[in-house]
Each structure stands twice: as structure tokens, then as C-alpha cells.
């Protein structure tokens, strides 16, 4: 009997242990964010999650920010808006005198600001300082905190608004491969001062990682952005990552005027670009606006239903670019004084999408260094420093008689290791051969020397 009981009692106690184990196991630690449900387009929750060597669990995808808000309180200051709109005028004038696109400075200036955080204290200077700012890292932190939740503050519900409500986010996140982790100090900053949501990806699954990174920008612009980035390196260390949204009514709707080449005495018909005319779909109001004229330059502020953003148009004088007046006007906006006016301006929906890596664009803001790889990052994993190999940047912005949608997106990715130097170095500026061979079989389909270049080759 007692044989009996003390088997009983054996069998209950590894059935306790058994259940206790369990509990541990799939009940998340409190207050444990590596056990924070994720958010991910490519997994669900209910999707195992890989437990590495170490036995500390890593979650892959993107945890919403949590971040304290440091410093958010108040407005920025004034010349911390000042820079940021000199840096406005600079990045549409990095782009081209002649181009025709849209950008968002605040996207790609957070995104510099992010990147500030990760680099040594003269390469943080030099970032700021290419930025126009004349204010130091901790003060730049503290204002971008600050604008960022003036943005992102939820809406009065209790206060009367004049018109329907614009909408406007803005999101950041900072992903890490899973053979890596960020400094404390710069996730912790990131956090507090961007609201920056964090992740752990395996850059190894390219694929899975391009989609999840497509997918958070994809979302937060509300499919606006839909592919920040073409490919995703599989020896990525980490991912930065900013995303905008926009949309706006009109608080006076516009009327729409559709021109065609049997209208072309109307000024309104035609649109006479650096291409050539051709013919639009002009917008088309008058109102009451805010409106100045600066050396020629004549500006309009369209306020939007809510009165909380107004889109500037601006034209500029005849023979001057559209950029140099941008530059010109930008800081003048406050100049404005309410008067009727007529305004036409084209229905129009701009697209831009480039590598400020692969174009001029960095070197031109002053920011060359970061494009020819001789910046690195120090500050923002453990264990190396970072080499950034692409940044890049996004905009959609779609005009239309009820209103305004715009969206941007800015991305970072970088690796830790070198660019590697070449194992061969082939420069057939002499005598070479060529073969074209069928590869399953090897045979060589066609074969051919070159001893010299014939005549009329060479253009």
C-alpha cells in the first residue's frame, strides 16, 4: 500500500511539474519586451518563434514604440524649424534645377537625425551641420521629440473644428539583424526622442525580410509607398526606417477644368513646360487667401478644411527656377496677408523613388562621406561599427479638386563588414577572347578573339 501511494505521489508530482513547466514556457515574463506581441505582415502570432543557442527568446518582426517621449513637451524651437525648412529648400535644390518630383525634408531629415545618434561626435556635427542646424545633438533630439508629437497628437475631440479633420502620421522603427542587438544608449534614444518602434529580422531570409521592411512602410502610408527597398543584403546589420502620411480637404473645394489641344487659347488649358506644351487638367478656385509677392515670387497658402495645414504654392518670376524661389519665399511664409484670389494649378500626382547612395543627392546636401562609405557608424550596434549600403527615399503626393494625399518613407540599411576587395582585377584593354557555352553540357557554342577593335566600333 504504501508502495502504491508513493507511486501515486510521484505521477502527481510530475504532472504539477509538467504543467508549471508549461506555464513558463507560454506565459511572457511581465514587463519582458522580448516577449511583446509583434505586428508583422509575414508572420502571425501563432507562428513559432525560433529559440536561439543562448536560450533568450528573439522575436522577428516589429514591436510597436514605447519609448517615453523624453522632452516631448511644448513646441520646437524656432530655429530648429528654421533649419528644417533651410534643409527643405536645399533638398529640392539638391534634386535638380530642372526636376519635377516630390520629397519629404521631414522624412529624410529624421532619418539623418537617426543617424546622427549613431555616429561618432564629429560625424554627428557634420550631419547636423549639413542639416543648417546650428543646434547641438541633445538640443536637435529634444526638437525633433517635440515636433514629432505635435504632429502626432490625437485631436481635440473637444474643441469645435472649422472642417473635417486632416489625418497625419508619422512612424519610425529601428531593426536589428538577429545575430546583433543596438547599443542601449541608441535604442533608448530612439525611443524616447522618434517613438521608434523595434525589431529583430534575419537578414539571411532576404525575401521574408524585404517583405516585412515593404510592408511596415507599406502600412504606414497607407499603400502610398508600397516598396521602400528593391533587395534587402543578406549580411544586413540593421534597418532604419521613417514613414509619413497625409490627408487633407480642401477647406475651399476647387473646380476642375479639363484642357485639350482644341482649348489652346485658354491659359488654363495648357501647361508650358521645360518640355514643351502640353495639355492638363487644371484646378481651379477663388477665395479669400493668404497670399504675398517676394521680388516677383508670388505665393499662395491653401488652407486645408481643419486650418491645421495649408499647402503653399508658389510661383515663381519669369527666367527663375521653381527651386531657387522655394528657397526664396520659404522662410516668408508668415508674410502673407489675407486677400481674394484667383488660383489655377494643375491636377497632378507626383512619384519619386531614389538611393541617395547611388545619386548625387548626399554629396550635394554636404553629406558625401556617408555616400562614399567613408562615414561609419559606431553608436548603433554592439560589436562594429556600421557601414551604411543604401539610403532611400520615397514620395507620393496627389493633388485633386476635394484635397491633398501624400506619403514618404525614408530607409537605412547598412552592414558591418567592409566592402570587400576584388580576388580578380580583368581589364581587356588588350588582346581577349570570348566563348558562349551551353552550361549543362559545356559545349562552346560560339568562340571569338579580339585582337583589335574594328573600325566603327567605338562611338
Not at 472649422?162 to 538577429?178: C, E, H, M, Q, W
Not at 493633388?399 to 566592402?419: D, Q
Amino acid at each position: 500500500m504504501k508502495k502504491s501511494t508513493k507511486l501515486i505521489s510521484l505521477i502527481l508530482a510530475f504532472i504539477l511539474s509538467a504543467a508549471a513547466l508549461s506555464g513558463c514556457v507560454n506565459t511572457p515574463p511581465s514587463g519582458d519586451p522580448t516577449h511583446e506581441p509583434i505586428s508583422s505582415p509575414t508572420q502571425s502570432a501563432s507562428e513559432p518563434t525560433a529559440v536561439p543557442n543562448n536560450s533568450t527568446i528573439r522575436l522577428t518582426g516589429i514591436r510597436p514604440a514605447n519609448g517615453t517621449g523624453a522632452y516631448a513637451e511644448g513646441l520646437p524651437e524656432k530655429g530648429y524649424i528654421d533649419a528644417s525648412n533651410a534643409f527643405a529648400a536645399a533638398l529640392v535644390n539638391a534634386m535638380g534645377e530642372n526636376w519635377t518630383g516630390v520629397v519629404s525634408p521631414v522624412s529624410f531629415g529624421i532619418l539623418l537625425e537617426m543617424l546622427a545618434n549613431g555616429a561618432d561626435a564629429d560625424q554627428s556635427v557634420a550631419i547636423i551641420k549639413a542639416m543648417l542646424s546650428e543646434l547641438g545633438l541633445d538640443a536637435t533630439n529634444e526638437n525633433a521629440a517635440r515636433l514629432i508629437s505635435v504632429l502626432t497628437a490625437p485631436a481635440d475631440t473637444t474643441a469645435k473644428q472649422p472642417g473635417t479633420p486632416s489625418k497625419f502620421n508619422l512612424n519610425s522603427a529601428i531593426i536589428v539583424s538577429d545575430s546583433d542587438s543596438f547599443t542601449a544608449n541608441f535604442e533608448k534614444t530612439l525611443a524616447d526622442h522618434f517613438k521608434a518602434s523595434i525589431g529583430n529580422i534575419d537578414f539571411n531570409d532576404t525575401e521574408k525580410a524585404l517583405a516585412t521592411i515593404n510592408g511596415w512602410v507599406n502600412e504606414h502610408t497607407n499603400g502610398l509607398i508600397p516598396e521602400l527597398f528593391d533587395q534587402i543584403y543578406p549580411d544586413t546589420a540593421m534597418v532604419l526606417l521613417n514613414a509619413l502620411y497625409f490627408n487633407g480637404t480642401w477647406k475651399t473645394p476647387f473646380v476642375t477644368f479639363r484642357g485639350d489641344p482644341d482649348t489652346r487659347g485658354s491659359e488654363i488649358s495648357m501647361f508650358n513646360g521645360v518640355n514643351g506644351e502640353q495639355p492638363i487638367s487644371m484646378l481651379t478656385a477663388t477665395a479669400n487667401y493668404l497670399c504675398g509677392e517676394f521680388d516677383g515670387d508670388q505665393v499662395v497658402l491653401v488652407p486645408y478644411a481643419d486650418e491645421e495645414y495649408y499647402m503653399a504654392v508658389i510661383l515663381p518670376r519669369d527666367g527663375k527656377a521653381p527651386s531657387a524661389a522655394l528657397a526664396d519665399t520659404i522662410g516668408r511664409f508668415s508674410e502673407c496677408v489675407s486677400a481674394p484670389a484667383y488660383l489655377a494649378m494643375p491636377a497632378i500626382e507626383l512619384s519619386t523613388s531614389f538611393d541617395a547612395i547611388g545619386s548625387s543627392v548626399l554629396d550635394r546636401l554636404g553629406l558625401g562621406d556617408i555616400a562614399n562609405g567613408s562615414m561609419q557608424f559606431p553608436g548603433i550596434v554592439e560589436e562594429g561599427s556600421i557601414r551604411l549600403d543604401q539610403f532611400v527615399h520615397a514620395a507620393t503626393l496627389r493633388v485633386t479638386e476635394s484635397g491633398t494625399e501624400a506619403g514618404a518613407a525614408s530607409g537605412a540599411s547598412g552592414s558591418k563588414s567592409a566592402p570587400s576587395e576584388p580576388v580578380y582585377r580583368v581589364v581587356c584593354n588588350r588582346p581577349y577572347a570570348m566563348a558562349i557555352v551551353h552550361a549543362e553540357t559545356g559545349a562552346v557554342l560560339f568562340a571569338s578573339t579580339v585582337n583589335e577593335i574594328p573600325a566603327g566600333e567605338y562611338k
